[in-house]
C-alpha cells in the first residue's frame, strides 16, 4: 500500500525543501518509487513540468532526487506574488486569477479537492509520497481553510515530522511553543521532531532535545548539522540570494528586484570559479568594474521598471554599457530593456504603458497567455546548444529581434543590440547548458570550468542523501509513513 509522511517546519526556510529532497534520494536508493507533493507554495521560481504546467522550482529539483520528471501533481496550488498583497494562483500547472489576499483566503476551500485529487493520483504511482508543508503550522491565524499544512495533514490523514532551524535560535521554545498553540487535534498529528542547521558538538544539545521529547511527546529523529553543499543546489526562494556570491577575477552583477523571479537560472554561475556574483540590494549601486550586469526575470515587469528607477539603477546600466560594459536581460529582464512595455488589460497590475531602458530597439505588449513550454534551442553567436524553458506572458517585437538571441527550430528567439553588447531573452535555464555557459563566459574574457553543471547537482543530491542517512533516524522516518 503506497504510504506517505509530511515535513513541517517550525519557520519559513528551515531546510524542509532539502530535508524532502534528501530523504526523497535516500528512499529511492533503498528501491522505494518516491514522488514529492507540495500542497501550496508560494514562490516565484517555477519550473515547466512534463506535462505543460508549472510549478514550484523546489518540487522540480525534489522530483530530480527521486529520479523522475516533475509534474504539475506535485504542487496542485502555486502562489506567485505579484504585489505585497496580491499574487497570481497557479491550479495544476496553469493560472486561474490574480488574488489579494483576503481574496484568496475566500477562494481556499474550493481548492482543497484539487489538492487531495493530485495527492491521490501521485499515491497511485508509487511506495511513498512525501509531502512538504508552507511556513509553519504556528500561524494559527490563518488555520481556517487551510490546505498547506494541518488542514491538509488532516483530510489526507497523513502524519506529520516537524523540522526546526537551530542556527536561528530559540528552537527549544519554538518546538514547545507551537505544540501549545495547535489545537489537540493538529498537534496529534505530529509524531516526530527533526532539528536541523546545527554547528558544533550536539552533545551539547542533548539536554534541550530530551527537554523537547518530554514536553511534546514527540518522537525525536536526529540532530541534522549544516549543510555546506546546500548552497550548490537550487533555492527555492529569494531567501537563499544572500549566499549567493562567490569570489572569482570577474564581477558579474546581478538586480535583486523587488519581484525577482527564476532566480535560479543564475546558479550555474555561482559555481564558476572565476566568477564574483555580486547580488546588488535595494539602495546600493552597481558595481563599476562590472564585466556584465543581469537583469533577471521579474513577477511584475512595469512594476520592477519603477522599482529599479528609484534604486538609481537606470542610471548605473546607462553608464555601465557607456564604459563599454555588457547587459544580460532574462525574461522579464529582457523586456525592461526594450523602449516600452504595455499592458493595456492590467494583466500584472495597474493598466498602463512604462518606459523601458531603451537599450534594445523593442517593444513588449503583456497579453493573457503565457508561454509555458520546455525548448532547444541554439545560441546564435556561439552555436551552442542550449537547453531552456520558457514561463513568461508578453509579446516583443522590434529591430533588434533581427539579431536573435538564439534560435529554436530556426525560429528568432530574442534580441542582441546593434553593438553586440546588449542581450534580451526568454529562455530561462539557460546557463545550466554546459557547453552554451563556456562559451558565452568566453565571450567575456572569462576562464570557464570545465564542470558539469547537472553532474554537480546530482552529486550534491548523493551528498545531501548520504548526510541524511548518518544522522537522522531514516529508518525511523520511514516506518512513521502510512
Known sequence: MPRALMIQGAGSDVGKSLIVAGLARAATRRGLRVLPFKPQNMSNNAAVTVDGGEIGRAQALQAQAAGVEPHTDMNPVLLKPETDIGAQIIVHGKRVATLQARDYAELKPSLL?????????????????????????????????????MGFARSADVPVVLVGDIERGGVIAQMVGIESVLEPEDAAMIVGFIINKFRGDPSLFEAGYKLIEARTGWRGLGVLPYFPRARELPAEDALGLSEARKTGRQKLAFLALARIANFDDLDPLKLESDVDLVMVRPGEAIPGDATLVILPGSKSTRGDLAFLRAQGWDIDIIAHHRRGGHVLGLCG??????????????????????????????????????????????????ITTID????????????????????????????????????????????ASDAFRAA????????????????RVESTLEALAEHIEKHLDVDGLLALAR
Not at 489538492?115 to 508552507?134: I, P, Q, T, Y
Not at 558565452?440 to 553532474?455: C, I
Open 440 to 455: 558565452f563566459l568566453a565571450r567575456l574574457g572569462m576562464e570557464p570550468s570545465e564542470q558539469r553543471y547537472r553532474d
Open 333 to 382: 529582464g529582457y523586456q525592461m530593456l526594450g523602449k516600452s512595455v504595455s499592458d493595456p488589460d492590467g494583466i500584472e497590475g495597474p493598466a498602463g504603458r512604462t518606459k523601458g531602458l531603451g537599450l534594445l530597439d523593442v517593444t513588449t505588449m503583456m497579453t493573457p497567455e503565457k508561454s509555458l513550454t520546455r525548448v532547444n534551442a541554439v545560441h546564435a553567436d556561439t
Open 113 to 149: 479537492p484539487a489538492v487531495l485529487e493530485s495527492f491521490e493520483r501521485l499515491k497511485d504511482r508509487c511506495d511513498l509520497v512525501l509531502v512538504e508543508g508552507a511556513g509553519s503550522p504556528a500561524e494559527v491565524n490563518l488555520r481556517n481553510n487551510d490546505i498547506a499544512n
Open 388 to 431: 531552456a524553458y520558457e514561463i513568461h506572458i508578453g509579446r516583443t517585437r522590434g529591430r533588434d529581434c533581427r539579431r536573435p538571441f538564439a534560435r529554436i527550430d530556426g525560429k528568432r528567439e530574442g534580441a542582441v543590440s546593434a553593438d553586440g553588447r546588449v542581450h534580451g531573452s526568454y529562455l530561462h535555464g539557460l546557463f
